[in-house]
């Protein structure tokens, strides 16, 4: 018994030993598997514009290894979302947005990556004055879009009038949008929104994003009327065996002018035939379609509105991710 005890001891003792062994590795390894902690940052600088509060922000975040990180930031007020920018290599971004009169609770909230954790700055204090004319201030929701390459996604533009009081008629804003990656398209529903007198809720707009899969379906056009292959194959052989003897013999004037008469026809014919991108794509139809490429960008989304006299622009972005 005595033997016995000592050895199920033992084995105890070994595997009591083996475990806390372990529990430093795996505290240790923890972290890696969630990405390193980061640190955002966010600081506003206002500026009085035509009675109106505008701010430029600048974002940092860094991970605590020191290091930028990658991917974009939202630009939250009071929990609610203004612009999304996307951070460059250093792990900044910068934005300017118009504020609407009142005081602001603004942070920057770091969505994560790969490699880093998300996070959110502390909270910035802004109190936006009020202007004697009306305006109006522009937002969006969500203000990131992930899509795959071919579809489609929604996100809302807001319009908020900003002392609409003074309006003796409705305001007019038009929405439009830029800085869109190649064979990407955005179309707003509805593309004029209107400010009524004395109006103060939010009007929204539907922002349409689509973006485009590669297409490897390649158009065969049927055979044109008139087009005959061995008509052309022994006449460009000819004309240009004959341009060449009429060069060759550079004493006799009469054949050299036919000799240019005869190449100029021939840079002609090959300009409307198989030279010329129309028939290209006529015979040998449409390339393929090309894909919306991959990555992050910054769609800038501006809303401009004109009394006949001066024109009110303001903008905001949101970040459109592109994944395969």
Same mark, same amino acid.
């Given at each position: 018994?005595?033997?016995?005890?000592?050895?199920?001891?033992?084995?105890?003792?070994? &595997?009591?030993?083996?475990?806390?062994?372990? =529990?430093?590795?795996?505290?240790?390894?923890?972290?890696?598997? +969630?990405?390193? &902690?980061?640190?955002?940052?966010?600081? &506003?600088?206002?500026?009085?514009?035509?009675?109106?509060?505008?701010?430029?922000?600048? $974002?940092?975040?860094?991970?605590?290894?020191?290091?930028?990180?990658?991917?974009?930031? /939202?630009?939250?007020?009071?929990?609610?979302?203004?612009?999304?920018? /996307?951070?460059?290599?250093?792990?900044?971004?910068?934005?300017?947005?118009?504020?609407? @009169?009142?005081?602001?609770?603004?942070?920057?909230?770091?969505?994560?990556?790969?490699?880093?954790?998300?996070?959110?700055?502390?909270?910035?204090?802004?109190?936006?004055?009020?202007?004697?004319?009306?305006?109006?201030? $522009? #937002? $969006?929701?969500? &203000?990131?879009?992930?899509?795959?390459?071919?579809?489609?996604?929604? *996100? /809302?533009?807001? *319009?908020?009038?900003?002392?609409?009081?003074?309006?003796?008629?409705? =305001?007019?804003?038009?929405?439009?949008?830029?800085?869109?990656?190649?064979?990407?398209?955005?179309?707003?529903?509805?593309?004029? /929104?209107?400010?009524?007198?004395?109006?103060?809720?939010?009007?929204?707009?539907? =922002?349409?994003?689509?973006?485009?899969?590669?297409?490897?379906?390649?158009?065969?056009?049927?055979?044109?009327?008139? #087009?005959? @292959?061995?008509?052309?194959? *022994?006449?460009?052989?000819?004309?240009?065996?004959?341009?060449?003897?009429?060069?060759?013999?550079? +004493? +006799?004037?009469?054949?050299?002018? =036919?000799?240019?008469?005869?190449?100029?026809?021939?840079?002609?014919?090959?300009?409307?035939?198989?030279?010329?991108?129309?028939?290209?794509? +006529?015979?040998?139809?449409?390339?393929?379609?090309?894909?919306?490429? $991959?990555?992050?960008?910054? *769609?800038?989304?501006?809303?401009?509105?004109?009394?006949?006299?001066?024109?009110?622009?303001?903008?905001?972005?949101?970040?459109?991710?592109?994944?395969?």
């Amino acid at each position: 018994m005595r033997f016995m005890f000592s050895r199920s001891l033992r084995l105890e003792l070994v &595997a009591g030993l083996g475990i806390a062994l372990a =529990m430093p590795a795996l505290a240790l390894a923890a972290p890696d598997a +969630r990405g390193l &902690a980061s640190q955002t940052t966010l600081t &506003a600088e206002t500026r009085d514009v035509a009675g109106h509060t505008e701010a430029t922000f600048s $974002i940092n975040v860094l991970g605590v290894d020191g290091l930028p990180a990658s991917g974009a930031v /939202v630009i939250e007020d009071s929990g609610k979302p203004l612009a999304g920018v /996307v951070l460059n290599a250093q792990g900044h971004a910068t934005s300017t947005l118009a504020l609407a @009169p009142g005081p602001h609770s603004l942070s920057a909230n770091y969505s994560g990556d790969a490699a880093h954790q998300q996070s959110t700055s502390p909270h910035t204090a802004i109190q936006a004055q009020a202007g004697a004319t009306a305006d109006f201030s $522009i #937002s $969006i929701a969500p &203000a990131t879009l992930t899509l795959k390459q071919g579809q489609s996604g929604a *996100v /809302v533009a807001s *319009v908020t009038p900003v002392n609409a009081a003074s309006l003796t008629t409705p =305001m007019f804003v038009t929405l439009s949008c830029s800085g869109l990656p190649d064979q990407t398209s955005c179309t707003f529903t509805p593309e004029n /929104v209107e400010i009524s007198p004395n109006a103060t809720a939010a009007v929204p707009s539907s =922002m349409v994003l689509a973006t485009q899969a590669a297409s490897l379906a390649k158009v065969v056009p049927t055979a044109r009327p008139g #087009s005959n @292959p061995v008509t052309w194959a *022994v006449l460009l052989p000819g004309t240009l065996g004959f341009a060449g003897l009429a060069f060759g013999v550079r +004493r +006799r004037r009469w054949l050299s002018r =036919m000799a240019m008469l005869c190449f100029v026809g021939l840079v002609s014919t090959l300009g409307t035939t198989a030279c010329a991108p129309l028939y290209n794509y +006529r015979h040998h139809g449409p390339p393929t379609n090309l894909p919306t490429p $991959i990555g992050n960008y910054n *769609v800038v989304i501006s809303a401009q509105s004109s009394n006949g006299i001066t024109a009110t622009t303001k903008t905001t972005t949101m970040v459109l991710m592109v994944t395969k």
